[in-house]
């Protein structure tokens, strides 16, 4: 198929193999990458020395081309040296791992789902105690009352879905406040289940007349749900019904026959599986492969006013999440988030979500270690995506200052404070590729893309 | 010959209790389908008892009087904020209730008086009280929860607003009916207007109000379960909401009994209050 690739594509790549040329194709390559951060990411010195240079390189380096550039010229030993004698890379991360938090005390507000999960696993396995901070990880009913709760400062930071943010800090649909995404907390590891009385049903262009929840108007997976059937020729608004359902809920409307099926998070996916109600259609990473889902959100005072209780928060996520993204640490996670003070749900449940070995309703088990994954980085990209499907489907009107509240919710906050403070940044924009259902999608170019879609609200 | 009555309802009433179990144990024995025949074992090991061997989603009495007795064990546990024992979540529901409830008496009992005094008062605040009393309490919580800033206190504040009406329209009922004589008795002796309030229209106007109150408590009981499902943290309302959330019906078949058992203690003490207040005519 590569023959026929068009070759003035700049998203594309006509060569084979991958972008260094060690490995045989892009796949082993990121495997291979993503192997050695895992391995760094295990120490903890490492880790945040990792974090640190990411920062200082970034800093030096705005063009990852430049700094590629560079590093083959002179040699990654003799940059290292030139740049640590330049800059005091081991006292900056030393100042990143030590800073004593203003407020010790915090309240972190989570919905019961597996997209919790490092917020949730840092709490009793004392990710959280480590970095000085005695955190209460508060069980929350619905996301109308986590943001509300959030919003009132009741929770110091919260877990929200990664639209949600981005809303608030706009004002839509609620009272605009600037918002911030500090990590992603997992991405893939939503599903699509349905009623197993829709066994058959397997087409989506037969699903004309269904009933569909999904968690919240602005939610990931509302935007994927739609994006979904929207490819297959359903229109989400006229062809089927669409409705915000909290996760809790979506199992017990499915078995008493008020939906017909639910993009919606694990462990409800599971759930309805294991209590033999539903079936597990495809998962979310068969939509977008590495889309984000919930995220780690606080407001932006709490990140100006109290920059070291939030870095030792942050670490504390960093910390669960690195220990998360093992797949050999999941059974134990899945075992230490299962009680009724966290998950409250079978262990069975859990681990076939965080192992990716599941059976799948239909009789058969499964296997995909990659059903999720937990990746804290918050790609702005992510961000201009889910904005441009905001747009698409009505939720905001007028021009888009799609780059610029990217910039604000996903970014700046760490680039400005934490920077100066102690060197942690996310990766800068534009190495993420981002696919969704085998079309590419250009951050820089967010109206096109809008426009490019036959069903759309504007 | 016949036993006294209430011994005989009371037998009647365990009659009935016991064909309810009966019937409810044999409908979950035979609920749920059948135990799905050669599924790969490995499979089976990934799914719940339900599909594995057809056991109804249903728990059965023995089911509930298992977990009942658990929690009656232990009622105070407190293993984190989201996980705490029986005893504690009623305990924080009620404090609310109590705490809301107690506001709701010292504005709508004073205010009620005032307004049974004063034909224009009376009058005037009509309109308001019968627009905000069919007001769903629950239908003040966003907006409380954008005002106020603290969900606990809104909480509070639902189970105040919902309370206040009936003991506020009682209240103003009770004092407007008393009788004119009594009153007029009373301002002949040349008794004070505080007096005469407090000496012979309270006393007359009791039973009334006691009356509203016993209405607004059982009010403000079946309020503050369901703000607590939507407010979550603590409280009976939350324990339902946790186990719904792990569809566990068991725990919320506890839950609703103990929900029942505390509202009706409510209710007995408010006519326990009401029947010492009542005077014969």
Same mark, same amino acid.
């Given at each position: 198929?590569?023959?026929?690739?068009?070759?003035?594509?700049?998203?594309?790549?006509?060569?084979?193999?991958?972008?260094?040329?060690?490995?045989?194709?892009?796949?082993?390559?990121?495997?291979?990458?993503?192997?050695?951060?895992?391995?760094?990411?295990?120490?903890?010195?490492?880790?945040?020395?990792?974090?640190?240079?990411?920062?200082?390189?970034?800093?030096?380096?705005?063009?990852?081309?430049?700094?590629?550039?560079?590093?083959?010229?002179?040699?990654?030993?003799?940059?290292?040296?030139?740049?640590?004698?330049?800059?005091?890379?081991?006292?900056?991360?030393?100042?990143?791992?030590?800073?004593?938090?203003?407020?010790?005390?915090?309240?972190?507000?989570?919905?019961?789902?597996?997209?919790?999960?490092?917020?949730?696993?840092?709490?009793?396995?004392?990710?959280?105690?480590?970095?000085?901070?005695?955190?209460?990880?508060?069980?929350?009913?619905?996301?109308?009352?986590?943001?509300?709760?959030?919003?009132?400062?009741?929770?110091?930071?919260?877990?929200?879905?990664?639209?949600?943010?981005?809303?608030?800090?706009?004002?839509?649909?609620?009272?605009?406040?600037?918002?911030?995404?500090?990590?992603?907390?997992?991405?893939?590891?939503?599903?699509?289940?349905?009623?197993?009385?829709?066994?058959?049903?397997?087409?989506?262009?037969?699903?004309?007349?269904?009933?569909? /929840? %999904? #968690?919240?108007?602005?939610?990931?997976? *509302?935007?994927?749900?739609?994006?979904?059937?929207?490819?297959? !020729?359903? +229109? =989400?608004?006229?062809?089927?019904?669409?409705? /915000? %359902? #909290?996760?809790?809920?979506?199992?017990? *409307?499915?078995?008493?026959?008020?939906?017909?099926?639910?993009? !919606?998070? +694990? =462990?409800?996916?599971?759930?309805?599986?294991?209590?033999?109600?539903?079936?597990?259609?495809?998962?979310?990473?068969?939509?977008?492969?590495?889309?984000?889902?919930?995220?780690?959100?606080?407001?932006?005072?709490?990140?100006?006013?109290?920059?070291?209780?939030?870095?030792?928060?942050?670490?504390?996520?960093?910390?669960?999440?690195?220990?998360?993204?093992?797949?050999?640490?999941?059974?134990?996670?899945?075992?230490?988030?299962?009680?009724?003070?966290?998950?409250?749900?079978?262990?069975?449940?859990?681990?076939?979500?965080?192992?990716?070995?599941?059976?799948?309703?239909?009789?058969?088990?499964?296997?995909?270690?990659?059903?999720?994954?937990?990746?804290?980085?918050?790609?702005?990209?992510?961000?201009?995506?889910?904005?441009?499907?905001?747009?698409?489907?009505?939720?905001?009107?007028?021009?888009?200052?799609?780059?610029?509240?990217?910039?604000?919710?996903?970014?700046?906050?760490?680039?400005?404070?934490?920077?100066?403070?102690?060197?942690?940044?996310?990766?800068?924009?534009?190495?993420?590729?981002?696919?969704?259902?085998?079309?590419?999608?250009?951050?820089?170019?967010?109206?096109?893309?809008?426009?490019?879609?036959?069903?759309?609200?504007? | 010959?016949?036993?006294?009555?209430?011994?005989?309802?009371?037998?009647?009433?365990?009659?009935?209790?016991?064909?309810?179990?009966?019937?409810?144990?044999?409908?979950?024995?035979?609920?749920?389908?059948?135990?799905?025949?050669?599924?790969?074992?490995?499979?089976?090991?990934?799914?719940?008892?339900?599909?594995?061997?057809?056991?109804?989603?249903?728990?059965?009495?023995?089911?509930?009087?298992?977990?009942?007795?658990?929690?009656?064990?232990?009622?105070?546990?407190?293993?984190?904020?989201?996980?705490?024992?029986?005893?504690?979540?009623?305990?924080?529901?009620?404090?609310?209730?109590?705490?809301?409830?107690?506001?709701?008496?010292?504005?709508?009992?004073?205010?009620?008086?005032?307004?049974?005094?004063?034909?224009?008062?009376?009058?005037?605040?009509?309109?308001?009280?019968?627009?905000?009393?069919?007001?769903?309490?629950?239908?003040?919580?966003?907006?409380?929860?954008?005002?106020?800033?603290?969900?606990?206190?809104?909480?509070?504040?639902?189970?105040?607003?919902?309370?206040?009406?009936?003991?506020?329209?009682?209240?103003?009922?009770?004092?407007?009916?008393?009788?004119?004589?009594?009153?007029?008795?009373?301002?002949?002796?040349?008794?004070?207007?505080?007096?005469?309030?407090?000496?012979?229209?309270?006393?007359?106007?009791?039973?009334?109000?006691?009356?509203?109150?016993?209405?607004?408590?059982?009010?403000?009981?079946?309020?503050?379960?369901?703000?607590?499902?939507?407010?979550?943290?603590?409280?009976?309302?939350?324990?339902?909401?946790?186990?719904?959330?792990?569809?566990?019906?068991?725990?919320?078949?506890?839950?609703?009994?103990?929900?029942?058992?505390?509202?009706?203690?409510?209710?007995?003490?408010?006519?326990?209050?009401?029947?010492?207040?009542?005077?014969?005519?």
């Amino acid at each position: 198929m590569s023959l026929f690739k068009n070759a003035f594509d700049a998203t594309r790549r006509i060569v084979r193999g991958c972008t260094c040329g060690q490995h045989d194709s892009q796949d082993a390559h990121e495997r291979a990458l993503r192997a050695e951060s895992v391995e760094a990411a295990q120490h903890e010195e490492t880790r945040y020395g990792r974090i640190v240079e990411n920062a200082v390189m970034r800093a030096l380096f705005p063009r990852d081309a430049q700094r590629r550039l560079f590093l083959q010229q002179v040699g990654a030993s003799t940059a290292m040296a030139a740049i640590s004698s330049l800059l005091p890379i081991a006292a900056a991360t030393e100042a990143f791992a030590q800073a004593v938090p203003e407020k010790k005390d915090l309240k972190v507000g989570f919905i019961p789902i597996t997209c919790a999960t490092p917020i949730i696993m840092a709490h009793p396995m004392g990710f959280y105690s480590k970095h000085g901070l005695n955190v209460e990880v508060i069980k929350t009913a619905g996301w109308a009352v986590i943001r509300d709760k959030t919003l009132n400062k009741e929770y110091d930071a919260a877990h929200m879905l990664s639209p949600m943010p981005l809303a608030i800090t706009m004002g839509v649909g609620s009272t605009a406040t600037p918002y911030t995404i500090p990590a992603i907390e997992n991405i893939n590891g939503q599903a699509i289940t349905l009623s197993v009385k829709h066994k058959d049903k397997r087409d989506p262009k037969s699903w004309k007349g269904f009933k569909f /929840a %999904v #968690p919240f108007d602005y939610s990931m997976h *509302n935007y994927l749900l739609r994006y979904y059937l929207a490819e297959h !020729g359903i +229109d =989400p608004d006229t062809d089927v019904q669409i409705r /915000a %359902v #909290p996760p809790p809920e979506m199992v017990a *409307n499915l078995r008493a026959d008020n939906i017909d099926g639910f993009l !919606g998070p +694990d =462990p409800m996916n599971q759930r309805a599986v294991f209590d033999g109600v539903g079936f597990i259609h495809i998962l979310s990473k068969q939509i977008w492969d590495g889309h984000p889902c919930c995220a780690f959100a606080a407001s932006r005072e709490f990140v100006t006013q109290t920059p070291n209780s939030y870095a030792a928060l942050l670490k504390g996520i960093i910390d669960a999440t690195a220990f998360a993204s093992n797949p050999d640490n999941r059974k134990q996670i899945a075992e230490a988030i299962a009680p009724a003070n966290y998950i409250n749900q079978p262990v069975t449940v859990l681990e076939q979500i965080l192992t990716g070995t599941y059976a799948d309703g239909l009789g058969s088990v499964q296997r995909d270690p990659k059903r999720i994954d937990f990746d804290p980085f918050p790609w702005d990209g992510f961000a201009v995506w889910i904005l441009t499907q905001m747009k698409r489907w009505g939720q905001i009107k007028g021009d888009v200052d799609y780059a610029g509240i990217a910039k604000q919710v996903f970014l700046e906050t760490d680039t400005t404070k934490l920077m100066k403070e102690a060197g942690l940044t996310p990766p800068t924009p534009g190495s993420k590729t981002i696919v969704v259902m085998g079309k590419s999608f250009d951050a820089s170019k967010p109206e096109d893309y809008v426009k490019s879609f036959a069903i759309k609200r504007t | 010959m016949t036993l006294p009555l209430n011994i005989r309802a009371f037998v009647l009433s365990l009659a009935i209790f016991a064909v309810f179990l009966m019937a409810w144990h044999v409908a979950t024995q035979s609920g749920g389908g059948a135990p799905a025949a050669n599924i790969d074992p490995e499979y089976a090991k990934l799914m719940g008892q339900q599909v594995t061997q057809g056991k109804s989603a249903m728990p059965g009495p023995l089911d509930v009087g298992k977990t009942i007795w658990g929690h009656l064990k232990d009622p105070f546990y407190d293993k984190g904020p989201n996980d705490k024992g029986l005893g504690i979540q009623l305990a924080y529901s009620l404090g609310r209730v109590l705490l809301g409830y107690a506001l709701a008496v010292l504005v709508a009992v004073p205010l009620g008086f005032l307004i049974g005094l004063s034909p224009l008062i009376s009058k005037a605040l009509d309109p308001f009280i019968q627009v905000l009393k069919p007001i769903s309490p629950l239908a003040w919580m966003p907006l409380a929860l954008y005002t106020i800033k603290d969900s606990s206190i809104s909480a509070i504040f639902v189970i105040f607003i919902c309370s206040v009406w009936p003991m506020l329209l009682n209240t103003s009922f009770g004092v407007s009916a008393v009788r004119r004589e009594w009153v007029n008795v009373a301002r002949t002796l040349e008794v004070g207007p505080m007096k005469r309030a407090l000496t012979v229209i309270l006393p007359a106007a009791a039973p009334t109000i006691l009356t509203g109150m016993r209405i607004s408590i059982g009010i403000a009981w079946l309020v503050i379960v369901a703000a607590e499902m939507l407010v979550g943290g603590t409280g009976i309302g939350y324990f339902v909401w946790n186990e719904w959330n792990n569809l566990s019906i068991t725990n919320v078949i506890v839950a609703i009994t103990v929900i029942g058992l505390m509202g009706m203690i409510l209710d007995q003490t408010l006519a326990r209050l009401q029947r010492a207040v009542t005077y014969p005519d």
